[in-house]
């Protein structure tokens, strides 16, 4: 049975992008066997070291006991790490993942011309990758799609629009370029179910917690669920919300790219589960940002599922997180 004998915390700014914030949690048990987590952006998630510490001396046989465990996703991440460790069973497999590869999606960002924009497509469809998402926004939207189409028209291609759009119209243009999906159109429900019956891509919403997917199902918003594991509180509800999709018969695209390397292998996890069915997308942060060996990251557009090893499947540079760190504390 796991208990927790001890655990670290080191608060870490990432050195790319707008530097984001995580926190990597360091758990022990009493055989002296160790699981790591991850909370990316973690002021949201509320004050992570005042509720890590309850995790310590509590007995259970399996994470998903735990609910939402102490410490948010950092901590929940360290425990079922630490027990698919303890288990010889890897993370991919304890969650019921079924595939032993993932084909990705790269995020391409507005740009500052239309050349531009095809440039970057042209660097990542020679890298291999099969399918990119396209950031969308009023005025940046249908001329971009229309140059990328141009230039590939057999690319898969997916639009993102992170609840920019207020207009239906300007959307149901899109939909001419047979874009493989509309993510995140609007902020609100009814108007991504509008959008939905007007268009034939699938509308892909993004949740926070399985009553907002319970609400967006009922409403039919979509066809597709944006899932991004960081915004769930346990890897359990992770799971329940993939069940929940897949049983509405909606498709499914794995997100969460950002952090040192520990979320970003969790969501690879989650991604191999079957009802799993778009490209996933874990291509950021840059690989030279993870504290992981071997680094987390897409291959000729690929991503491997590591199942040879137990647990996340990867090994953490502990002195590298150490000396990123800008604060810890031990318990």
Not at 106 to 117: I, K, P, Q, T, Y
Not at 176 to 198: M, N
Not at 243 to 264: K, M, P, T, Y
Request: negative net charge; glycine residues 12%; proline residues 7%.
């Amino acid at each position: 049975m796991p208990r927790v004998r001890e655990l670290e915390v080191f608060r870490m700014t990432l050195p790319y992008g707008r530097r984001p914030e995580t926190v990597l949690v360091k758990v022990t048990d009493y055989g002296g066997m160790v699981g790591w987590g991850e909370a990316v952006e973690p002021d949201r998630q509320g004050p992570l070291e005042r509720s890590l510490p309850a995790l310590v001396g509590v007995d259970w046989e399996h994470p998903s006991e735990l609910g939402v465990a102490p410490g948010g996703t950092a901590g929940d991440m360290a425990c079922w790490d630490l027990w698919g460790r303890m288990n010889g069973v890897p993370l991919a497999h304890a969650l019921g993942g079924t595939r032993t590869s993932l084909t990705a999606t790269v995020r391409l960002s507005a740009d500052r011309s239309l050349e531009s924009m095809v440039a970057r497509v042209n660097r990542h469809v020679c890298a291999g990758y099969g399918h990119v998402t396209l950031d969308v926004h009023p005025g940046w939207d249908v001329e971009p799609l229309r140059a990328v189409r141009a230039a590939y028209p057999a690319l898969a291609i997916a639009v993102d629009g992170r609840g920019a759009y207020t207009e239906i119209e300007q959307l149901e243009a899109l939909d001419a370029y047979g874009v493989a999906a509309i993510e995140r159109p609007f902020k609100d429900l009814l108007t991504s179910a509008d959008l939905q019956d007007r268009v034939s891509a699938p509308v892909a919403v993004e949740v926070g917690s399985l009553g907002e997917l319970d609400e967006a199902i009922g409403v039919n918003a979509g066809r597709a669920l944006l899932l991004r594991p960081s915004r769930f509180g346990s890897l359990a509800s992770v799971r329940l919300a993939h069940d929940r999709a897949a049983e509405a018969g909606w498709d499914i695209v794995c997100a969460g790219g950002l952090g040192a390397g520990l979320a970003r292998a969790a969501t690879v996890a989650v991604a191999s589960l079957p009802g799993c069915t778009l490209p996933s997308d874990v291509a950021e942060p840059p690989r030279s940002a993870q504290v992981v060996l071997p680094p987390v990251g897409a291959s000729g557009g690929v991503v491997a599922v590591p199942l040879t090893q137990p647990g996340l499947g990867h090994t953490v540079d502990e002195s590298r997180v150490r000396r990123m760190a800008r604060q810890s504390f031990h318990v």
